[in-house]
């Protein structure tokens, strides 16, 4: 188990600093490009709306039989079915390898279920696909946490408040990974 965590975290280490440092690897439409600048300006409940547009905007397509498979992983991670969840969106990766959305779907359905390592590489390629993808980064952030690697998950947090200064809870996060490493407890 050390072995396996040991390069996990050093996957996890090269991870964030290809990550971190990547150019945008896909070009954003006018709509999206403007509500990352709201998202900047936005309160707390101004940036919970827009994040929820962009969201709805990340989730199409561009395909009606790749949005059923997205929304049928969807449907079955909801229903709890974890393995039947990673089958729909292993199909929609199939067939949409450049779709963002399969692989953060799957990589939410590894995490779940306990598979962190696939959980990182379906994190990785949503964000290579899509490098403002603030869920994605939030996610690789926790396992980040989980994995005893503060500074890594604080970087990503920074991140994510470049995008979205008022995300719901990651200033509250990156306080308390501050707080922590500075070697005070609350």
Known sequence: ????????????????????????????????DALFDRLLEADAAETSQIQGQI???WSRSGSAA??????RGED????????????????????????AEGYNGRATAFYLSGQIGPA???IQDTLALNPRHFGAMSGF????EELDRPQDALEVYARIL???????????AADRLTVEMDGITL
């Open 76 to 99: 079955a991670m909801t229903a709890g079915d974890l393995p039947l969840a990673i089958q729909h969106y292993s199909a929609l990766i199939d067939h949409a390898p450049g779709f």
């Open 1 to 32: 188990m050390a072995k396996v965590r040991k390069v996990i975290n050093r996957a996890a280490a090269a991870f964030v600093l290809g990550i971190l440092s990547a150019a945008p690897a896909f070009a954003q439409t006018a709509e999206l």
């Open 55 to 57: 969201a709805a905007q």
């Open 120 to 122: 990182l590489a379906d």
């Open 141 to 144: 952030a926790v396992i980040l």
């Open 162 to 172: 470049k995008i979205a200064p008022n995300a719901e809870g990651v200033q509250d």
């Open 66 to 71: 790749m949005d059923l498979l997205l929304r």
